[in-house]
């Protein structure tokens, strides 16, 4: 399991949630920063993982409390996308 992995997860994860794939943007124009609200992303320190969201005025929440290893936050996010699609196929009547 590698970090690239999980991220590409989490980049289905957004797209399914119709959010930006990435955390921020650059505006060219201004040259600042934005947050984009609802998008998550991987936070890792300490050999552990966790998934963020952005939240509304830049900061984020954790969405995992506590650290996790690349294979349990890849199947946690798993998990979020199988439950995405299980409710996106209940709204459309199919199984």
């Known amino acids: 399991?590698?970090?690239?992995?999980i991220e590409n997860k989490i980049d289905i994860?957004?797209?399914s949630l119709g959010l930006e794939?990435?955390?921020?943007?650059?505006?060219?124009?201004?040259?600042?920063m934005s947050h984009n609200v609802g998008t998550?992303?991987?936070d890792s320190a300490y050999e552990g993982y966790k998934l963020n969201q952005?939240?509304?005025g830049g900061g984020s929440r954790e969405i995992t409390r506590y650290r996790m290893t690349k294979r349990e936050i890849y199947?946690?996010?798993?998990?979020?996308?199988?439950?995405?699609?299980?409710?996106?196929?209940?709204f459309k009547g199919g199984k």
């Open 1 to 5: 399991m590698t970090t690239k992995q």
């Open 13 to 15: 994860l957004n797209h």
């Open 21 to 32: 794939i990435e955390p921020y943007t650059f505006n060219k124009e201004n040259k600042k």
């Open 40 to 42: 998550f992303y991987l």
């Open 54 to 56: 952005i939240c509304l």
């Open 75 to 90: 199947n946690t996010i798993d998990a979020m996308l199988l439950g995405i699609e299980y409710q996106k196929n209940l």
